[in-house]
């Protein structure tokens, strides 16, 4: 079965810091895609990241960077330079070749940025 | 820009009504899905589309039915509403994309709905 754990379900950072939001995932297809999305309080769902499981190299967007670690099953999003606009939901995804066209998400973290 | 419209943000239901959720996207995508939020759950899965009068079971579908007769349009149907499906309702849309770096089949999100179900 395939699964998505988040086990933070709230996260504090000082503002202008770096902060990591876990992820593990667990599927037995070499062919799967990592996601984060961010959720802010107005609601909407905005994608920030991918992460291909043949990608030799750590998927980087601006200031968000995926940690990947294929033999530990991890998807670790980094947000450097924390901003205040940055306090939201982020929830980490998968979706695989053998899943079809299912993305399944995990529970989430919050993050807070303090001033 | 990809756009996901979402019929209602908020609707107000009594238990055992039909409801009827309508999400239509611009972009051409062939996929299409329905997801509820719960606090602490997560997304999980409705049911999906990955083309016009195709549909497939998500993780949770009892309770639920869709409709897709025009490749732009996914509708959402409560054939008879319960008070454990208030919850917030997100239509999304994407690309027919393979996994493992081919393109990124990445979820364009609607507004979302939140149904209070009374």
């Known amino acids: 079965a395939q699964k998505i754990t988040q086990t933070q379900p709230g996260m504090f950072v000082q503002e202008k810091e770096a902060v990591t939001l876990d992820c593990t995932y667990d599927?037995?297809?070499?062919?799967?895609?990592l996601f984060w999305y961010k959720q802010p309080s107005s609601g909407e769902m905005i994608f920030l990241i991918y992460?291909?499981?043949?990608?030799?190299q750590n998927a980087t967007e601006g200031r968000y960077s995926l940690n990947f670690q294929k033999a530990r099953k991890s998807a670790n999003l980094v947000i450097s330079a924390s901003q205040l606009g940055d306090s939201a939901m982020y929830f980490c995804?998968?979706?695989?070749?053998?899943?079809?066209?299912?993305?399944?998400f995990g529970a989430g973290t919050r993050l807070f940025v303090k001033a | 820009d990809v756009k996901v419209t979402q019929s209602s943000r908020y609707l107000v239901k009594r238990t055992g009504e039909k409801v009827f959720l309508e999400c239509v996207q611009d972009?051409?995508?062939?996929?299409m899905f329905w997801y509820r939020q719960d606090p602490g759950l997560g997304l999980r899965l409705i049911y999906f589309?990955?083309?016009?009068?195709?549909?497939e079971k998500g993780d949770i579908p009892e309770g639920y039915s869709v409709s897709r007769e025009k490749k732009e349009r996914f509708s959402l149907i409560l054939e008879s509403a319960s008070t454990n499906q208030t919850s917030m309702y997100l239509c999304?849309?994407?690309?027919?994309?393979?996994?493992?770096?081919?393109?990124?089949?990445?979820?364009?999100f609607g507004e979302g709905s939140r149904l209070t179900v009374l």
């Open positions: 999304a849309s994407s690309i027919l994309g393979l996994a493992g770096g081919l393109d990124t089949g990445e979820l364009f």
């Open positions: 599927t037995s297809d070499p062919s799967y895609g």
């Open positions: 992460q291909g499981s043949y990608d030799q």
């Open positions: 995804a998968m979706r695989s070749l053998a899943g079809g066209f299912k993305t399944i």
């Open positions: 972009m051409d995508h062939e996929n």
């Open positions: 589309s990955y083309d016009v009068k195709m549909k």
